[in-house]
């Protein structure tokens, strides 16, 4: 089924950004997946995101692979570039994309199995290139659009709808991140939008690959008792790690000394996240204590979610191989393409 175009309709009276634009601006076509899905939840905190930044719609490319996740990008910011790929292929795309030309927002949208199955290889390396984008993993445990079968996801235990039992270990896409070396890592829940707005801010604006997988219910599949991806049993068992708020630099920030437990992160524009600690100790810019904390709450039977790790002051994909800073599709022919001579006096040196 193909998605149907929303009205160009637009109330006089709607609330504009800085550009102009109002939410309804950075909307898509209209959704064909299943009422009550996670995903088209992702979908409005996306737009709620993008609009509060005043993010140009024209200014973001929107890459996908397969799957109901992939579907997503069709859902917002129709303005935008866009790139649906092959299953699984998303971030070797995003990759080339990205070198090619540096200046837009890059937001990958995969699902578990897009990004855990058949893509696992693919992300590994985009998390090693630390390529500059945001990567939101839509996490149900089951591939919707086959009927339901576990994806790499599903927890040991989970049930799925006609009865099944899953006996594989799953891969965690949050510790997976941690131990490949993410400068950015969160997890967020589709039913939780004061949560995840801030959070998808935040992670569009680090400088480097930022991985947000969010526990997206599929009301078809997975939303069962037995569970572990149901809606009731992330909102019973969800633990947020850190209460998270973006804060957009529009002037001088001073921070009072006081003894509350508050990090403050510098992105790379000079905005600011605030994150104030609800876990003693807890500190989000320590990788192990990330990881520590992760996997004590699998322990328990608990999700973590909220910002958990943020590296700062690594390197990104084009500080790490030299890049020029004109973006390649702006440079010009002879640029790209020095002639004969020069290329023997490059490929001289690795004689």
């Known amino acids: 089924m193909s998605s149907i175009t929303k009205p160009s309709v637009r109330h006089p009276s709607a609330r504009k950004n800085h550009l102009g634009l109002s939410r309804a601006d950075y909307e898509g076509a209209m959704s064909t997946l299943c009422a009550g899905c996670g995903h088209d939840s992702v979908t409005a905190a996306l737009v709620q995101a993008f609009w509060e930044l005043d993010l140009p719609p024209h200014r973001a490319a929107k890459m996908s692979g397969i799957g109901c996740s992939s579907k997503t990008t069709a859902y917002f910011m129709k303005q935008s570039h866009g790139f649906n790929s092959v299953h699984g292929r998303m971030p070797s795309v995003t990759t ?164 509350a437990e508050m990090t403050v992160v510098r992105m790379h524009d000079g905005s600011e996240v605030r994150l104030h600690s609800t876990a003693p100790g807890y500190n989000p810019r320590s990788r192990d204590t990330a990881y520590r904390h992760v996997q004590a709450c699998i322990k328990k039977g608990e999700v973590a979610t909220g910002l958990l790790f943020i590296d700062d002051t690594g390197r990104c994909m084009h500080d790490m191989h030299r890049t020029v800073t004109t973006p390649l599709v702006e440079l010009p022919y002879e640029a790209l393409c020095p002639g004969k001579v020069a290329m023997e006096r490059i490929v001289s040196r690795y004689r």
């Open 96 to 259: 080339g994309a990205n070198a090619a030309n540096r200046e837009l927002s890059y937001i990958g949208i995969s699902g578990d199995g897009d990004s855990l199955n058949i893509g696992f290889g693919q992300l590994a390396h985009a998390i090693r290139r630390n390529v500059n984008m945001l990567y939101v993993i839509e996490n149900n445990g089951v591939y919707g659009l086959t009927k339901g079968q576990f994806s790499a996801a599903a927890d040991v235990g989970s049930k799925s709808r006609k009865g099944e039992v899953n006996e594989q270990t799953p891969i965690d896409p949050v510790l997976l991140a941690l131990t490949l070396g993410a400068t950015f890592v969160a997890r967020s829940f589709s039913g939780d939008k004061a949560q995840l707005v801030p959070i998808l801010k935040a992670g569009l604006m680090h400088r480097g690959f930022a991985l947000i997988d969010v526990i997206s219910p599929c009301v078809s599949f997975n939303d069962h008792e037995g569970s572990a991806k149901s809606y009731a049993y992330v909102r019973s068992h969800e633990v947020e790690t850190v209460a998270a708020d973006f804060v957009p630099l529009r002037r001088e920030i001073k921070v009072p000394e006081t003894h």
